[in-house]
């Protein structure tokens, strides 16, 4: 999630002392200070997610291999990405009969090739929802696609607004230049001309 900053949650799901609070939390490498020597300091919410591993190399030794993909954009970067992640998220079954998969690896038949390094995440009550919802695994991938789709585009509800409201004003202005055609051309159009052409 290197693209979402604390900020962009206020408003959406926090207020602005809570986001402070969560940023305050993270300590963030800065620098250079005036011996141009990197320092620690706290969070703020200009700050970006923290990556929770401190390097390429580190992300693979955590996952087998494998490097995490960021998530920013996820649902944007795959063809029908909200029904891929989805899907991702609750397919994970036991290969069928024939199907081999190397160790370290998980059947997913969402998964391009069908084998996947990252083990099944959701299981049913595995967070506790403030509401009393019941933690199934099918709403718990529900709620991290919305959270993925909303990471990806934060702007989009404000952008959906403005284009509803530019074709609203344009539709105003489109009537208006339809009458004000008719009354201009009207008199023009509702004239006889008579051609005498012996005169």
């Known amino acids: 999630m290197s693209l979402v900053a604390f900020r962009d949650l206020i408003g959406v799901a926090y ?43 580190a992300a693979r030794f955590a996952n087998g291999g494998a490097y995490p993909p960021d998530l920013s954009l996820i649902t944007k970067a795959r063809h029908n990405g909200q029904n891929y992640v989805f899907a991702l998220l ?13 160790e370290g690896l998980h059947y997913n038949p969402y998964f391009p090739g069908g084998a996947i390094a990252m083990p099944k995440m959701l299981m049913d009550g595995g967070v506790e929802y403030e509401d009393g919802v019941p933690a199934t695994e099918t709403q718990m991938a529900k709620d991290v696609v919305t959270f993925l789709s909303w990471a990806a585009e934060p702007e989009m509800e404000e952008r959906k607004l403005m284009g509803f409201k530019v074709i609203f004003v344009l539709s105003l202005a489109l009537i208006q230049a339809g009458f004000y055609k008719r009354w201009k051309w009207a008199p023009v159009k509702s004239r006889r001309v008579i051609v005498d052409v012996i005169n």
């Open 15 to 57: 207020t602005e002392e809570e986001v402070k609070a969560m940023a305050a939390d993270i300590e963030v490498e800065d620098g250079p200070n005036d011996e141009g020597e990197m320092y620690m300091r706290p969070g703020k919410p200009s700050d970006h997610f923290p990556s929770p591993y401190a390097n390429e190399q």
């Open 90 to 102: 609750t397919g994970y079954r036991e290969p069928p009969a024939g199907v081999s998969v190397r």
